[in-house]
């Protein structure tokens, strides 16, 4: 059974940062590409981040591009999202997920598993 389970979330004050994490298990990790999306209230989930099985390709969604950093050990089967410089707007539940593609995918019909989510919320 597929399992991917994001920590790290919390309470932040504007400007600061965190850093998510997801391990993933039931799966072999290195074969799948990695994403993070976010779902604010009343909003629809949207991309943040991606990145390939090796790790060697990223891509951003503009609005966080310069502030967040995607990146994954495939020995620990997890992938991290280091967040700086955030704002209100990030706040939201931040999901991670495992597609099974090789290089990177913005695209979230393409995941195959999710993980539960974890609740980031950045005070003015």
């Known amino acids: 059974q597929v399992q991917l389970v994001e920590s790290g979330g919390g309470l932040v004050q504007a400007g600061g940062s965190l850093r998510l994490s997801c391990a993933a298990s039931?799966?072999?990790?290195?074969?799948?590409?990695l994403g993070w999306f976010r779902q604010a209230p009343g909003k629809e989930r949207e991309f943040v981040a991606t990145?390939?099985?090796?790790?060697?390709?990223?891509d951003y969604a503009d609005s966080v591009g310069g502030r967040f950093a995607i990146s994954r050990d495939n020995a620990k089967s997890t992938v991290y999202l280091q967040m700086t410089s955030l704002k209100p707007e990030d706040t939201a539940v931040y999901y991670c997920?495992?597609?099974?593609?090789?290089?990177?995918?913005?695209?979230?019909?393409?995941?195959?598993?999710w993980g539960q989510g974890t609740q980031v919320t950045v005070s003015a």
């Open positions: 990145i390939s099985s090796s790790g060697g390709y990223t």
């Open positions: 039931g799966l072999t990790f290195s074969m799948y590409c």
């Open positions: 997920a495992a597609a099974r593609v090789v290089f990177t995918t913005p695209l979230a019909e393409q995941y195959n598993y």
